[in-house]
């Protein structure tokens, strides 16, 4: 069964500044999807970016991008340019061939004005 | 740009009653999902939908729980007879499938409704 894990429950970063949020993922299938979401305290889930598997190169979103390491099944996400609004949940998922999605634990984003 | 909505935000139900959680997916989406989050804990998956039948289902989606589509628009996720437990945030997803034209594979999600079983 395929897992992903955030080990970073709560980060803090100042403004303006940068941040990455670690993601690792176990699975024995090679085609898949990964992607980040964002929840807000209004617990919407917001599409931040996403990976395809087969895809080397990584995923950029405007002041957002990630490390995608398929080997080592890492998948991180770094934020540039830190913004109050970013301040969220954050989640890790992974796309299955089944086509639900798993979802890891989450990391707690502050931003520090 | 369009979006899957979800009715009602919030719903307040006593313990033993029937709800129906209501979901408008992307117009021409062709896969729909049901997801749950109990608050603190991670979103989980409850069931996913297509061509008019469930296409897999999770261990928690027993037989409390059912979906339909009836009509062409809507997406209903019915719990038969609440209990405590079913307290949680559910979010309603859609997929565009092979033909879609921003990103067939991603998700999108409603906004949740909040089930509160007291």
């Known amino acids: 069964a395929q897992t992903v894990t955030q080990s970073q429950p709560e980060m803090s970063v100042q403004e303006a500044e940068t941040v990455t949020l670690s993601c690792t993922y176990d699975t024995s299938e090679s085609d898949y999807y990964l992607f980040w979401y964002k929840q807000p305290p209004s617990r919407q889930m917001i599409l931040v970016i996403r990976?395809?598997?087969?895809?080397?190169q990584n995923a950029t979103e405007n002041r957002f991008s990630v490390n995608f390491q398929k080997a080592a099944k890492s998948f991180s996400l770094k934020i540039s340019d830190s913004q109050l609004g970013d301040a969220a949940m954050y989640f890790c998922a992974y796309r299955s061939a089944s086509d639900k999605i798993i979802f890891g634990k989450g990391t707690r984003l502050h931003i520090l004005p | 740009e369009p979006e899957v909505t979800q009715t009602p935000s919030h719903q307040v139900t006593q313990m033993g009653q029937e709800v129906i959680l209501r979901c408008v997916p992307i117009?021409?989406?062709?896969?729909f999902y049901w997801y749950r989050q109990i608050l603190g804990q991670k979103v989980e998956f409850l069931v996913s939908?297509?061509?008019?039948?469930?296409?897999?289902k999770s261990e928690i989606f027993d037989d409390q729980f059912s979906v339909e589509r009836p009509d062409g628009s809507n997406f209903t996720l019915k719990i038969r007879s609440t209990k405590l437990e079913d307290s949680a945030m559910y979010f309603c997803?859609?997929?565009?499938?092979?033909?879609?034209?921003?990103?067939?594979?991603?998700?999108?999600f409603g906004p949740g409704t909040r089930l509160t079983v007291l």
């Open positions: 117009s021409n989406h062709l896969y």
């Open positions: 939908f297509y061509n008019n039948e469930i296409s897999e």
């Open positions: 990976q395809e598997a087969y895809k080397q």
């Open positions: 997803a859609s997929r565009a499938g092979l033909w879609g034209l921003a990103g067939p594979d991603t998700q999108y």
